[in-house]
């Protein structure tokens, strides 16, 4: 049986998990809901959400890793009743993990792309239509695609392959604190432009009008979500940084300090774009234009923009390699619990399995451009995308959530105990309603959303036949967590 790694240090695994965390969505969709709903009203409202919503769940993740000093493989086999039939999701978190991997390394081989063509000057000459054709043209183009994909695989695999401290933690430590410089250094700079304060005040000041175009409900409902999914919480990818940690501290203070790191990295994303697009009169957009065409545009037209652009696309690639590290470690993990396989035979396999998986998602933008998954003009990164972000990591949430609070999954008083060992802020035993009964119905409620959302403008036929599917695969989940073996 092989021994069980640790962090080196408190700060490496906070690092780590804020690493796991700080993801693309952070970057290019937080700024733009900010200021589309109301500024900083809107802050306010999204924080309040991340404390209730966000960060007990991610205690969750963090308590069930500690507490059984395993991974998701085999996390619920350790903690369970006897005769319940928790650990059958193991086999959703693996899933879960993989279909992530399967498009995220080809945006973060976009990410790499663009830090070489922003340092070799290729997009400088160009104007925004010779932008967005480059853009277009990596899209279409196979080879490049699979070329930056693969360098996105090698690098955080190759991390992982070093081992915990050694490679995981040392290189992350080393990411995310030139990470945060980066960010500092790019929202001084975007501070200092012409008209900046235009962005800053569309930004930050409540704008009581926005709130009642838009409605309170729907601003409500946006600020929910967002921290509900800022956290990469519900398929076990933090779960196993808890089960390297020591517990010299309460999980309180580690998942506060990760929630902390990871809010402070997305409102200052906001400082780098808002003003940047403001400066530029180019309306801050949300997705991939925002990131590959609107802001090359805008460092072409900056004194310097070859340099800033670069160190823009270079901090969106630790952002997202350090999200990929964190994701194979947890897929790595699973092979070195479930089968007791050594590190390195699990990294073998999967730099060859991982880069054939994520081969549909490349594809889906070229030879596979006729497939349309979820309806005219939606490509299989969509459906992959679709499938992680609103099934796999909100039904996930709700599982850990129901595991660590009911009697047949950990229960609550395990489950308390592990939360409060060590020093620091504890978790009070009055929330047990509210974490055992109204956070699982708020999760469910953000999951019925999702599917509404994302069907509803399809035609109410389409509508219909979604809900009903997400009703049933609620209530297959249901019918797992409330079994209970007949005495």
């Not at 900056?302 to 969106?316: A, D, L, Q, S």
């Amino acid at each position: 049986m092989q021994e069980r790694e640790s962090f080196g240090s408190r700060l490496g695994f906070i690092l780590v998990s804020a690493g796991c965390a700080v993801g693309l969505g952070n970057v290019w969709k937080f700024p733009y809901i900010c200021g589309e709903n109301g500024g900083a009203a809107f802050v306010l409202i999204y924080l309040v959400f991340l404390a209730v919503l966000g960060l007990p769940i991610l205690i969750c993740e963090f308590a069930v890793g500690r507490g059984s000093v395993k991974g998701p493989a085999r996390s619920f086999d350790v903690l369970e009743t006897e005769g319940s039939k928790w650990h059958l999701f193991k086999w959703a978190s693996i899933f879960g993990n993989y279909l992530l991997m399967m498009f995220y390394t080809m945006v973060g081989g976009w990410m790499l792309n663009y830090v070489y063509q922003s340092a070799s000057g290729n997009l400088l000459m160009k104007d925004s239509e010779g932008i967005e054709t480059a853009f277009n043209d990596m899209l279409a183009s196979p080879g490049i695609m699979t070329f930056w994909m693969i360098v996105a695989v090698a690098v955080s695999l190759g991390v992982c392959a070093i081992g915990l401290q050694n490679g995981i933690e040392k290189v992350t430590k080393i990411m995310m604190s030139l990470l945060i410089i980066l960010i500092i250094v790019l929202a001084a700079h975007s501070l200092v432009l012409p008209n900046a304060m235009t962005g800053v005040k569309f930004y930050l000041v409540p704008n009581l009008d926005a709130i009642h175009e838009r409605g309170f409900g729907p601003v409500v409902f946006d600020a929910m979500t967002h921290a509900f999914f800022t956290l990469s919480i519900g398929m076990g990818s933090m779960q196993i940084f808890g089960s390297y940690l020591k517990k010299d501290n309460t999980l309180v203070n580690e998942a506060a300090s990760v929630v902390c790191l990871d809010t402070f990295v997305a409102l200052m994303a906001g400082f780098i774009i808002i003003p940047a697009c403001f400066s530029y009169n180019v309306q801050p957009d949300a997705g991939p234009s925002l990131l590959f065409i609107t802001l090359p545009s805008v460092f072409n037209n900056m004194t310097g923009g070859r340099i800033w652009g670069t160190c823009f696309f270079v901090f969106m690639s630790f952002a997202a390699l350090s999200t990929i590290i964190a994701v194979f470690e947890n897929i790595i993990a699973f092979y070195m619990d479930q089968l007791n396989w050594k590190r390195s035979k699990a990294v073998l396999l999967n730099i060859i399995l991982i880069p054939i998986l994520s081969m549909p998602a490349v594809l889906g933008f070229s030879v596979l451009s006729g497939i349309h998954p979820l309806g005219t003009g939606s490509t299989i990164m969509d459906l992959e995308d679709f499938l992680v972000s609103y099934n796999i990591l909100p039904l996930g949430s709700m599982i850990y959530v129901l595991f660590c609070t009911r009697r047949n999954g950990w229960g609550w008083k395990n489950f308390l105990e592990e939360v409060n060992t060590g020093k620091g802020c504890r978790l009070n035993t009055a929330l047990n309603f509210y974490m055992s009964v109204i956070l699982p119905a708020v999760i469910v409620i953000i999951y019925l959303k999702g599917y509404y959302d994302t069907f509803a403008p399809r035609g109410t036929a389409t509508l219909i036949f979604w809900m009903c599917f997400a009703v049933l695969l609620l209530a297959a989940i249901f019918r797992i967590v409330f079994y209970e073996k007949k005495k």
